[in-house]
């Protein structure tokens, strides 16, 4: 008898009542809204550093196909004008920066993220659409052995990252410049 009495005690305890439930979903959907705008931005951040790193071993690469072959291999944009579409290494037989029917590609690599941006900055006299790397792995403006400094800028949703160029460096930084 003391065991039935014990049962009907928890009946009336088991569960929560629909008033409980309700208020735990909205504190959940406030907490879920809260977090949100930083996932996002959390997002766009590993998407920016996925891009650049894949941009940063391509550089890599040609630099190291460059000495491998003893000859200019370049990096352009696919499309000839915009980073944003992907990249293209090959070898530049005739240094010119332009691929000919003859010259192999190395590696294609389609556009990133349809909302990210990359645009070269290299000063008024070099767009930054083309650059090689000679014979004993110098990075130089196709046709010519002038220095290249400048850097391309990566942009999705506001962040920002850069491939810093010297002469003898690459390097990647988390801004929009190479300060």
């Excluded at 590993?46 to 941009?55: G, I, K």
């Excluded at 941006?117 to 052995?145: C, K, N, Q, V």
Aim: with cysteine.
């Amino acid at each position: 008898m003391a065991a039935a009495a014990k049962l009907d005690g928890r009946r009336g305890q088991v569960g929560a009542s629909l008033i409980e439930a309700l208020m735990a979903l909205a504190i959940a959907g406030v907490l879920a809204s809260a977090a949100v705008p930083s996932m996002q931005d959390a997002l766009a951040q590993q998407r920016l550093r996925s891009a650049s790193s894949d941009l940063f071993a391509a550089f890599h690469l040609a630099r190291s196909e460059a000495i491998k072959r003893a000859a200019a291999v370049a990096v352009t944009p696919v499309d000839g004008r915009n980073w944003s579409t992907g990249w293209r290494i090959f070898a530049d037989r005739d240094d010119d920066g332009l691929q000919d029917a003859d010259e192999e590609t190395i590696l294609d690599r389609p556009a990133t993220d349809a909302a990210m941006t990359i645009r070269a900055y290299f000063g008024a006299t070099f767009a930054g659409t083309a650059l090689s790397y000679d014979a004993e792995g110098r990075l130089h403006r196709p046709g010519g052995r002038g220095l290249v400094i400048g850097r391309l800028v990566l942009t999705l949703n506001g962040a920002t990252r850069s491939l810093c160029f010297a002469s003898l460096s690459l390097r990647a930084v988390a801004a929009a410049t190479c300060d």
